[in-house]
Nanobody, 122 residues
Framework: VQVEESGGGLVQAGGSLKLSCSAS????????MAWFRRAPGKDLEFVAGSASSGGTDVAEPVQGRFTIARGTAKNTVYLQMTNLRPEDTAVYYC?????????????????WGQGTQVTVSS
């Protein structure tokens, strides 16, 4: 399985960005796909997750501003980020899991992308 993200960049506070992620490979089920982020000097944190069954989970710090959704292409997921804040600056990673539940724990996800930088200027 391979995971690839795209869509990061530099944006002013209050702006929007949309990140894309796709999982490929014969073992990629897309059963659970999630976004994590690592801000400078901070630990990796869960941002949002999507289950192929339709369930979603969004972390409290970004609720109401970030939305996760599945694409029409197989094993794709998007993270729509609005009203961005400087504290959202981080490297954003997409992760894939064949597990049978949508979880926030990083250990649940076995394949990770390289990450895409999101920088929000004040």
């Amino acid at each position: 399985v391979q995971v690839e993200e795209s869509g990061g960049g530099l944006v002013q506070a209050g702006g929007s960005l949309k990140l894309s992620c796709s999982a490929s490979g014969y073992a990629a089920t897309g059963r659970n796909m999630a976004w994590f982020r690592r801000a400078p000097g901070k630990d990796l944190e869960f941002v949002a997750g999507s289950a192929s069954s339709g369930g979603t989970d969004v972390a409290e710090p970004v609720q109401g501003r970030f939305t996760i959704a599945r694409g029409t292409a197989k094993n794709t997921v998007y993270l729509q980020m609005t009203n961005l804040r400087p504290e959202d600056t981080a490297v954003y990673y997409c992760a894939h899991s064949n597990g049978n539940r949508l979880m926030r724990a990083r250990s649940w996800y076995d394949v990770w992308g390289q990450g895409t930088q999101v920088t929000v200027s004040s």
